[in-house]
């Protein structure tokens, strides 16, 4: 996996605020996050004992990144290719409310810090994995270099375009060639299509659409 790493911070809340509103939160937590650290941890989880996962990133030289990288090692990922670089390392403040319906903002952090010769630096590993899962929470020419690699050795390449870019991606059929498979959730699909009121619910009409375009 190369991709995010973040600790959340979490809240829980009866009702989300509205712009300019305050409301009362509970049960404040830090959690190891991150859409590439959870799919490695998931990826170790499911694994058989022959398989060996590895995630490849950044967080910072920081307390919230001595967790991250805890974490993953007490799950059975190897974080070699992790590095702890000046900064901090990146975070998500996330908002439930009761419904389990949820806001999240996130901060890149060191995460927005890798580059496409990060990827070149560990492309014995990407040349010799199975397969490779991606996001959209680390910088684009980093997704796009390790995506090359690995798919030109013959690797099963998946993105989770999440979260959801302003714009399609550039090169869009290109990167098709690379990209085996995509995993696109509900909302960031609506997101694209234009199907949140401006509170952020999603509507009623079928997604499927939506998601073509996404996924170009």
């Known amino acids: 996996i190369v991709g995010s790493l973040n600790i959340d911070l979490v809240v829980r809340t009866a009702h989300l605020p509205t712009p300019g509103q305050t409301v009362r939160g509970s049960d404040f937590g830090t959690y190891p996050g991150g859409k590439g650290a959870n799919q490695a941890v998931a990826a170790a989880r499911l694994a058989p004992e022959s398989i ?12 919230f990144g001595a967790t991250l990288l805890q974490s993953l090692s007490e799950s059975g990922v190897d ?40 990827m070149d630096s560990i492309a014995p ?5 199975d397969a490779l899962l991606l996001q959209l929470e680390i910088p684009l020419p980093a997704i796009e270099r390790a995506a090359a ?33 995509r995993a696109v959730g509900d909302a960031h699909v609506a997101h694209r299509g234009g199907l949140e009121d401006h509170h952020h619910h999603v509507w009623a009409p079928p997604l499927r659409p939506v998601a073509q375009q996404l996924v170009g």
């Not at 060996?52 to 307390?63: C, K, L």
């Not at 990146?90 to 903002?105: L, P, R, T, W």
């Not at 590993?125 to 994995?129: F, I, K, P, V």
């Open 125 to 129: 590993l990407l040349q010799e994995a």
């Open 79 to 118: 974080v070699g290719q992790v590095q702890a670089v000046p900064g901090p390392t990146g975070n998500a403040m996330i908002a439930v409310e009761e419904s389990s319906e949820n806001f999240i903002i996130i901060s890149a952090g060191a995460n927005g810090t890798l580059t496409a010769a990060d």
């Open 149 to 181: 690699i690995a798919a030109e050795a013959g690797a099963l390449v998946i993105l989770n375009p999440a979260p959801a870019p302003e714009q399609p991606l550039p090169g869009q059929g290109r990167k098709r060639r690379r990209v085996g498979h």
């Open 52 to 63: 060996t996962v590895h995630m490849a990133g950044r967080v910072g030289q920081d307390e």
